[in-house]
């Protein structure tokens, strides 16, 4: 079974200052990992995956993330954050050898303070 | 363009009453799912679908029910024997197996509250 830690519920940051969001997983197997974003009453939309080759991951947004294998993370990572980026963010985890059902996070609210 | 749609955005239902929530998606894709999300908790798979006429429980599904008679269409039935019904649905679809990249699309979700 696979599982997913994110270890900060609420994350309060600066704007313009840099900010990283944690992802833990466990899993017997090779995994797929995801960042997702959710804005206020509206669906998840992705931020960016890793399937495979580079550990380092670009998405939308300016926002990167990079693959730790030995460490089993896949933190979050944006250099200069904007009031638009509050939001809520969920790291998941998926079989690449099974169906695509993703397993989430409990999620990380982002307040960026002007 | 092609998305999900989630019908209806709000809904609001006694207690005892059944209730049932759309999810149409014109993307083509072989897979769907239901899941719930409660403040905290992040999402909890409730049921899939990988194919036509074909669906698995997930992780919560008590209290819930579900069909998938066409490839657009993955309605979810919230019944009376859920104990807290009370939530944000969201429903979402993926390629399928057979490109499996992994990625969900998400529709904008329903709000359910039972007074």
């Known amino acids: 079974a696979q599982s997913v830690t994110q270890l900060d519920s609420q994350v309060p940051v600066f704007e313009e200052a840099p900010v990283e969001l944690r992802c833990n997983y466990s899993?017997?197997?090779?995994?797929?990992l995801f960042w997702y974003v959710q804005y206020p009453n509206q669906g998840l939309q992705l931020l960016l995956k890793y399937l495979s080759g580079s550990t380092l991951v670009k998405g939308i947004n300016g926002f990167e993330a990079e693959f730790n294998k030995s460490q089993t993370s896949f933190h979050l990572r944006k250099p200069s954050v904007h009031i638009s980026d509050t939001a809520e963010y969920f790291c998941?985890?998926?079989?690449?050898?099974?169906?695509?059902?993703?397993?989430f996070g409990t999620g990380t609210r982002l307040t960026i303070i002007p | 363009d092609g998305g999900i749609t989630q019908s209806p955005k709000y809904l609001f239902r006694k207690e005892g009453q059944n209730v049932t929530l759309s999810c149409e998606q014109n993307?083509?894709?072989?897979?769907m799912y239901w899941y719930r999300q409660d403040p905290g908790q992040g999402l909890r798979l409730i049921y899939y679908s990988q194919i036509v006429n074909d669906f698995q429980k997930g992780d919560i599904a008590e209290g819930y029910s579900v069909s998938r008679e066409k490839k657009e269409s993955f309605p979810l039935t919230v019944t009376s024997a859920q104990k807290n019904p009370t939530a944000f649905y969201l429903c979402?679809?993926?390629?399928?197996?057979?490109?499996?990249?992994?990625?969900?699309?998400f529709g904008e979700g329903s709000r359910l509250t039972v007074l």
């Open positions: 899993s017997s197997v090779s995994v797929y």
């Open positions: 993307l083509n894709h072989d897979a």
């Open positions: 979402a679809s993926s390629g399928g197996t057979a490109t499996n990249t992994g990625e969900l699309f």
């Open positions: 998941a985890v998926s079989d690449p050898f099974g169906n695509e059902k993703l397993t």
